[in-house]
Nanobody, 117 residues
C-alpha cells in the first residue's frame, strides 16, 4: 500500500491549492480515503474523508465551506481542493487510507502547505 501526496507549496493568504494523493498497491474502492493535517506543535487532525465507491464525504465543520474532497477511481487518486486559505491552514497535509473490512491502514509521507499573511 502506497500513498503519494503532491500539490503543496507556498501560497498567499486568500489563495487556493489542490492537493493530490495517488494510491497504489491496493483496491482503491475498498478503502476510505482521508486527508489529515498537522500544524507545528499541534496534534494531527482530520480534515475530510471520502468513500470512493459512492463518493460519500465527511468534513470537519470548520473547514467544509472552504475545502472539497473528491476522488477519481480510474486514477486511484483523491484530491483536496482548498480555497480562501489563511495562515492557520499552514500544516503538513497527509493522505490516509483505511480498509473498510480489515482495518488495515496506511499513511502518505505528507506535503507541506504554507500560507503567508
Amino acid at each position: 500500500v502506497q500513498l503519494v501526496e503532491s500539490g503543496g507549496g507556498l501560497v498567499q493568504s486568500g489563495g487556493s491549492l489542490r492537493l493530490s494523493c495517488v494510491a497504489s498497491g491496493f483496491t482503491f474502492r475498498m478503502y476510505r480515503l482521508s486527508w489529515y493535517r498537522q500544524a507545528p506543535g499541534k496534534a494531527r487532525e482530520l480534515v475530510a474523508s471520502i468513500t470512493t465507491p459512492g463518493g460519500s464525504t465527511y468534513y470537519v465543520n470548520a473547514l467544509k465551506d472552504r475545502f472539497t474532497i473528491s476522488g477519481d477511481n480510474a486514477k486511484t487518486t483523491v484530491y483536496l481542493q482548498m480555497a480562501s486559505l489563511t495562515p492557520e491552514d499552514t500544516a503538513v497535509y497527509y493522505c490516509y487510507a483505511r480498509n473498510f473490512w480489515s482495518g488495515a491502514d496506511s499513511w502518505g509521507q505528507g506535503t507541506q502547505v504554507t500560507v503567508s499573511s
